[in-house]
T-cell receptor
Framework: DQQVKQNSPSLSVQEGRISILNCDYT??????FLWYKKYPAEGPTFLISISSIKDKNEDGRFTVFLNKSAKHLSLHIVPSQPGDSAVYFC?????????????FGTGTRLQVTL | DTEVTQTPKHLVMGMTNKKSLKCEQHMGHRAMYWYKQKAKKPPELMFVYSYEKLSINESVPSRFSPECPNSSLLNLHLHALQPEDSALYLCASSQGDREDGYTFGSGTRLTVV
């Protein structure tokens, strides 16, 4: 039972254009959502998060949008750069404080081409 | 120091061996986690330690035994593993402010032969 899904296994975008990565979830108890970037043979690196009480959060080139009624979130990267090429995981958090747990989506491999 | 350090980076072990994975952080984080990641799959939660006490065990087989000797260290003791346990084992830590996410280590690539 995959509670967090990323339906696009891969995405190719030209340098300078917008990358949009999508994520859907089923568990209504999730109240924080996060995006991680992962290179091969490395651990995931935290990018940006959003609370379930917000619908948008922005940090530099990265913006996350949350549509709680649709149980859908997306990550926008503008402008895309070759160094953004990696696997992106959406993750959802439930629980409180240090007893919370993070559930990861299936990942989307982003390739930014020149 | 803003890192989570995992050792060893690579480990090959036989099915009758006993080995341990080590994780260390000096950020003062009070929660530490073990995740397992198989190829082309997302990381899957195994254990959560909060204030040095085991708070979540995701029904992990007893051949995996976690230990938190102090607030900076997290170990995963391995015994009688199966080849299907071969995976990347990731350690993470967090302060508990969920908007800041977890800090992950680079992982230990485990191969069981």
């Amino acid at each position: 039972d995959q509670q967090v899904k990323q339906n696009s296994p891969s995405l190719s975008v030209q340098e300078g254009r917008i990358s949009i990565l999508n994520c859907d979830y089923t568990n209504s108890m999730f109240d924080y959502f996060l995006w991680y970037k992962k290179y091969p043979a490395e651990g995931p690196t935290f990018l940006i998060s959003i609370s379930s009480i917000k619908d948008k959060n922005e940090d530099g080139r990265f913006t996350v949008f949350l549509n709680k009624s649709a149980k859908h979130l997306s990550l926008h990267i503008v402008p895309s750069q070759p160094g953004d090429s990696a696997v992106y995981f959406c993750a959802a958090s439930e629980g409180t404080g240090t007893a919370s747990k993070l559930t990861f989506g299936t990942g989307t491999r982003l390739q930014v081409t020149l | 120091d803003t890192e989570v350090t995992q050792t060893p980076k690579h480990l090959v072990m036989g099915m009758t061996n006993k080995k341990s994975l080590k994780c260390e952080q000096h950020m003062g984080h009070r929660a530490m986690y073990w995740y397992k990641q198989k190829a082309k799959k997302p990381p899957e939660l195994m254990f959560v330690y909060s204030y040095e006490k085991l708070s979540i065990n995701e029904s992990v087989p007893s051949r995996f035994s976690p230990e938190c000797p102090n607030s900076s260290l997290l170990n995963l003791h391995l015994h009688a593993l199966q080849p299907e346990d071969s995976a990347l084992y990731l350690c993470a830590s967090s302060q508990g402010d969920r908007e800041d996410g977890y800090t992950f280590g680079s992982g230990t690539r485990l191969t069981v032969v």
